[in-house]
């Protein structure tokens, strides 16, 4: 009896095949909606380093638990500021990079 070859597809692949496309629409909300996931899970691991309450990071920021609940569990309803504020509040740096099609941006 021959043996069945399976085939193998790399994520990038399977992204491509069931979300869409680099640059469709449905590729960039996917994309974007995963690096807010990604950012509120930073949010949240560095609070617990620090050893805070959801209540104590809010109060440092000047925001309610609830809203450091929700940033965490998905940062894409925050804005720029409140998430610079959440990591200077965790003594956190962070950084950004800025890609223009096929050049990286990067300050210094």
Known sequence: MAKAQIKSYSLS???DKYIGNVGTTDRDQYEYELSMDVL???IKAARQERHLTQEELGKLVGVQKAQISKLESSANSATIDT??????ALKADIHFNVKLQNHELQLV
Request: proline fraction near 0%; aromatic fraction near 8%.
């Open 40 to 42: 509120g899970r930073m």
């Open 13 to 15: 692949e399977m992204k």
């Open 83 to 88: 998430i610079l504020k959440v990591f200077k």
